[in-house]
């Protein structure tokens, strides 16, 4: 017999235990299971272990609405957020649910069923089993975890010292009294670059071209005070909603102002590391704020380590590894010990996962992202994936809620079967993403597409999204839901054509 359960979860990250507390306290009747490749819970909290990883969002809007952040510094270090996912996974028993090293490679949807067939490969040996689950729900981040992105260089393999990637660093790694060079400008390379040169003789940040870095305090101080006067739910939810509304506000009016809000961020390093440092060339980039993800840097770690001589920056193109290090095409070498290349994920939708329904093979590519969590002609299947410019738990619990009204929303009208329908033709497809970003730019042709309208753009718009996913009708006239004998006719037509 083949296990099967009413919702399938995949991935035990930050999003898969919020769904999971979702169903549980939501639809606290549906049976679930939660399938996870690796053999611990955490997602990216668990798998990034360079020195110094922390989240550059706060902690009020990357934490679960429903569990305070009780720790003062609101930009929190990697360990501390796998310590809260964790605990977050035990106080409320998801912790039971999960299936560890269980990797879903393939799932196929039958509509005279109206199931998914979802098979998985088992422990270290890889053994092959099989589940059934009426609703699919992917919680799998959006990046390749066994690869990171890798340029290729030439003459890498001349290199004498060690090579490193962030996304697998080597837990015995000694920098200590070493050069290091990091190459890279995104989140990664500055907040590694500060942490390791406390041990390092020195520390070259090498990038191509400048991003946008600002600072902010690590502890939020008005979070501190609330937190002292009120109690800790009523003030972790309005500082969230500060922190909500504070980040939206900047960031729609880095859209609107551009070059004003661009001199303004240049003003802000130039303030911190004086007006001899040249910010023209390494903190002056060549897009706008927020065509790539603004980095943030606590209490301004990365200035402070640029002002004491521990870091340098050089903005230049690598023209090739040498024994010793690297030669730019300016002709300027950079000698090294170590090269950490923080050049970034590889993105992946839905872990890998093959897709089929009613036995046609489904191309990822082919389909058009439906309110950003459903997929146009896949149904019963949704995933957690959060925004590009405020915190990815915001959109995930937003998307677990919405799922378990949508489920509700089923069961009280005995709906078996609910598929995203694009029938619109004044609809045009776009780009999912909008970021000129190197990751997003290599990955956009092998992605779903979004709509020009509602309910297919994406909005990247926590408000708007509130109110449509609370709010919206379920049964918005692009949902297509089926009962289980209308489900079976729909197959058998479709089998006999
Ligand atoms: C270094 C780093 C820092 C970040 N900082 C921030 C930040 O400050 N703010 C922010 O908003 N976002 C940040 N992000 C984005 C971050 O990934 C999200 O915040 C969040 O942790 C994602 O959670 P998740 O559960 O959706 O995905 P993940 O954390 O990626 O977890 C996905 C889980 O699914 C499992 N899985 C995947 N595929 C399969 C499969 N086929 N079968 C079984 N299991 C599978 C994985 O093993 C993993 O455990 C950061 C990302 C990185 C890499």
Redesign the pocket.
Known sequence: MTEHVDVLI???????IGAAYYLQTRCPKKRYAI????DTIG???DL?RYPG?R???DMYT?GYSFRPWHDPKAIADGPSILAYIKETAQANGIDRHIRFN???RRAEWSSAEARWTVEVERGLDREPMRLTCSFLFM???YYD?DHGYMPEWPGVEQFAGKIVHPQHWPPDLDYTGKRVVVIGSG??AVTLVPTVAKQAAHVTLLQRSPTYIASQPAEDAFANRLRRYLPLGLAYSLIRWKNVLTSMAYYNLMRWQPARMKQNLINLVRAQLGPAYDVDTHFTPRYNPWDQRLCLVPDGDLFAAIKAGTVSMVTDHIDTFTPTGIRLRSGAELDADIIVTATG?LMKLM???QLAVDGRPIDPAQTMSYKGLMFSDIPNLAA?I?YTNA??TLK?ELVSRYVCRLLKYMDQRGYVQCTPRQTDPTITAEPILNFSSGYVQRALSSLPSQGSKRPWKLYQNYLLDLLTFRYGKVDDGTLEFMRRRRARRAARQRGSR
Do not use: I, K, M
């Open positions: 995949v991935g035990a990250g930050l999003s898969g399938l996870e490749g690796r997602g990216t909290w990034f990883v989240s550059d969002s990357l269980h990797r879903v919680c799998s981040g975890y989140a990664t994920l872990g890998g996962l957690a959060g915190s990815w995930c």
